[in-house]
């Protein structure tokens, strides 16, 4: 006989670890006990040595399925204090404060043994919308401290009734210390208006049938629910919430349902079927065959829509009733946080819902859902949030000092990072206004206190009119930037574990450069402490500036105009007739003045941009209502089409290989004079941008540059143009990365940013 103590670390709190921890010693007819402290779990184990053994290897191996067990350590102990004691699961205790982060279990979506017992009319927890046990249910945004017990979060406003007392003490009960547990008689209800329970669910379910919107309490925040079908109901939602073109995420009661909506693969399936229950991009049947139509206004223009699964009890129930798919987006007004206050939401919805389905159980934490699209095999991560965020991802170099990146000023994140491990914060939005820039700061103070990272550094944007720039300039930690596009790249080579050196492919909308201009189009040689640009899109103005961004026509006044001259002409005035005469003659006017005297018209090598001129240059585009919307559409366009490429031309300019833009539009709009269809030609430009890619690709390397590729930046969402550059660059022989768990957009700025700290960092020992 002999005892030791045992330590282990990673995501062990709030995934039933305890359980699993007490079961399989007595399994093995060990004694002991086992607690939550501090963010990690211990505990002290007695018997043979061999079973001993056996108990540290079958924590390793075969942990419940939301723990992700990072490290496990046996060191001695006293003897005596566990001998003929059984095994029991003690009181957590805040023990020390250790050197290694504490790691935040995300929520987790309905199991199937709750699914049962929620639809099961013998079951005491039939039709309870709040339904949970140890593999599932909400963590993150319900935990206000670690370690993680019911005292600490959201819960303990619900005092256990006797039954559920009693499965909570049981160790062979599925709730053995599951905190959030509840039933109806001692958990949450819900409620709508002055009704309770089953009666508010009815009055949700009968506003939603009749054409109406509901706001929803969810897990993360409010969301905004009408029925998908219903052209009217999605036409008033989209009034309501100043959102005029973005697509909405449908929900759908099951795997069937979405089968016949969309094309689902292998890999689809087991995104939408994941605990963590993601909004997943799908292509749409072209036939809708026999299945209730989706109203046109879901996902206007689009031939893909994100659809997924129902996380938690209440949306079963709402679809169980309904019978129909449903619009459910977030709970807010365009570009604002999703509200997760019940009097925020009271507020700020009341001009857009006709009613509230609410609860008594408080929201901590801000969370939208995930969004991931499948690219061949590749798991792409659009958004990353509730489900996802906060798990800690591994970085390719010990942060012996812990550092912070604050992220860019789209699709906001914020990382904390230290111990080889970085927490990515969950999706907070664009930096546009200060209710979301007081989001930001609020996730950022309940990240560091969850995970106990005090940042030493603090990465950030070379941006000077970022928020997230502002605010890092105002603290008083060491700053470090992090140029724009070398985060983007650093993103997804921290990810695959290289530290470099690497190329650098980053295609995005726009970025500040080292030498003061707008970037978008880069090539990089790069590791993850520093970069050397060595290719680069022609640069074309902006007129305008930010007012180019929302108004894709003036970009592509601003190519035709005055795109950089590298030997090639502009395309000729005859060409552009057919597009300069949709336009305002005042308006046209007044850009061309603008660009002929170089006022307001900066400069930018952005390929984002370059889709927005093509898109308004074929007259799918000339105003955009969010962010990236052109680019979408031109992908939409280009459908499965099969084209020719276009002309492209690449040349040497100021020491760097540089693409010459000016052959391609023309040849472009040879091709659209000559009647060649839109899709066609939309087809064409994707093909011609990877053989671009391919060509500065090749060059770089025939110069010596790594044969390692590692793709990042926001036009790489696009499906399309991911496969082709991966395709051809494949056949170079080359090693190509993109991002999977972290998005390959500005959400993993952050994390970028902080891998870039924690290199230089490193370097300077």
């Known amino acids: 006989m002999t005892a030791r ?9 709030g995934v039933g670890f305890r359980p699993f921890v007490h079961r399989t010693a007595s399994a093995l007819g060990l004694h002991g006990w086992v607690a939550n402290i501090n963010g990690h779990v211990e505990g002290e184990v007695a018997g043979p040595p061999r079973a001993i053994e056996e108990f540290a290897a079958r924590l390793r191996t075969d942990s419940p399925p939301l723990a992700r067990v990072r490290h496990v350590r046996l060191t001695g102990t006293e003897q005596h204090a566990v001998y003929d004691q059984g095994f029991e699961v003690r009181h957590s205790s805040p023990g020390r404060r ?17 699914l049962d017992e929620l639809r099961d009319p013998r079951d005491r927890r039939h039709r309870y919308p709040f339904i949970n046990c140890t593999d599932c249910g909400p963590r993150a945004t319900i935990i206000e401290d670690l370690p993680y017990d019911r005292i600490r979060t959201t819960m303990h406003r619900f005092p256990l009734c006797a039954r559920c007392a009693a499965e909570y003490a049981d160790p062979t009960d599925r709730r053995f210390h599951a905190e959030p547990v509840a039933c109806p008689d001692c958990g949450p209800r819900l409620a709508w208006e002055k009704l309770r329970g089953e009666e508010a669910l009815r009055a949700a ?7 109406g919107i509901v706001a929803v309490k969810g897990l993360g925040g409010y969301q905004l629910v009408c029925d998908a079908g219903d052209s009217a ?14 697509p909405f995420a449908v929900m759908v009661q099951d795997l069937g349902a979405a089968t016949r909506l969309a094309r689902i693969g292998a890999t689809e399936r087991q995104a939408l079927t994941s605990p963590e229950r993601p909004v997943v991009l799908l292509a749409r049947h072209r036939r809708q065959g026999t299945v209730a139509p989706l109203a046109p206004e879901v996902h206007p223009g689009l031939a893909r829509i994100g659809l997924f699964l129902p996380t938690t009890g209440l949306h079963h129930l709402l679809l169980d009733e309904l019978a129909r798919p449903l619009v459910i987006t977030s709970g807010n007004l365009s570009d604002e946080p999703i509200a997760v206050d019940d009097a925020e939401a009271a507020s700020t919805l009341a001009p857009v819902a006709d009613g509230f389905l609410t609860h008594d159980r408080p929201i901590r934490s801000r969370y939208d859902d995930s969004v991931v699209q499948i690219t061949g095999r590749t798991r792409i991560t659009v958004r990353r949030a509730r489900g996802l965020a906060p798990a800690p991802l591994p970085l390719p170099l010990p942060v012996r000092k812990p550092v912070a990146g604050a992220g860019a000023q789209l699709k906001h994140t914020v990382t904390l990072a230290a111990d080889g491990r970085a927490h990515i914060g969950p999706h907070t939005g664009d930096l546009s206004d200060l209710p979301t820039y007081d989001a930001f700061l609020a996730s950022y103070d309940h990240l560091r206190h969850l995970t106990g990272i005090e940042p030493v550094a603090l990465a950030h944007d070379l941006h000077p009119g970022y928020l997230s720039t502002q605010w890092a300039e105002a603290q008083t930690l060491r700053r470090i930037p992090v140029q724009h596009h070398h985060a983007h790249v650093a993103a997804c080579a921290a990810e695959h574990g290289v ?14 450069g080292d030498d003061g201009t707008l970037w978008g189009g880069e090539i990089l040689v790069a590791d993850l402490s520093g970069y050397r640009r060595v290719g680069r899109f022609a640069t074309a103005p902006l007129p305008g500036g930010d007012a180019a961004v929302r108004h894709p026509s003036r970009t592509a006044l601003g190519h035709l105009l005055g795109g950089e001259t590298l030997g090639s002409p502009r395309p000729y005035p005859w060409l552009t007739r057919s597009f300069t005469d949709r336009l305002d003659p005042t308006e046209f006017n007044a850009i061309r003045a603008m660009v002929a005297r170089d006022v307001n018209c900066p400069r930018t090598s952005s390929a984002g941009r370059l889709f927005d001129a093509v898109a308004a240059l074929l007259g799918l585009c000339d105003r955009v209502g969010y962010e990236g919307e052109a680019a979408v559409l031109l992908e939409a366009a280009a459908g499965d089409e099969h084209a020719v490429s276009l002309a492209h031309r690449v040349v040497r300019a100021q020491g760097l ?7 391609t539009l023309t040849d472009l709009l040879e091709r659209q004079h000559d009647g060649e269809p ?13 053989n671009v890619t391919a060509d500065l690709v090749a060059r770089a390397v025939a110069e010596g540059a790594p044969r390692t590729v590692c793709l990042g930046g926001g036009c790489f969402v696009n499906r399309r143009l991911l496969t082709e550059v991966k395709r051809r660059l494949h056949a170079q022989g080359l090693r190509v990365l993109v991002g999977g768990q972290v998005p390959v957009g500005d959400g993993g700025i952050s994390y970028g940013q902080a891998a870039v700290a924690a290199a230089r960092l490193d370097g300077e020992r």
């Open 678 to 690: 839109v899709a066609r030609l939309a087809a064409a430009f994707h093909l011609t941008l990877a």
């Open 499 to 512: 530290r470099g050196p690497f190329l650098g492919v980053a295609y995005d909308g726009l970025g500040l």
């Open 98 to 114: 250790g050197t290694a982060p504490r790691e935040i279990p995300p929520d987790a979506a309905i199991c199937a043994a709750c």
């Open 233 to 246: 109901a999605v036409a008033q939602l989209r009034q309501r919430k100043h959102r005029p073109t973005k």
């Open 657 to 663: 290989w540089t693409y010459d833009c000016a052959p």
């Open 5 to 13: 103590r045992f330590h282990v670390e990673g995501i062990v709190q």
């Open 205 to 211: 379910v009968k506003t939603v049938d009749e054409g």
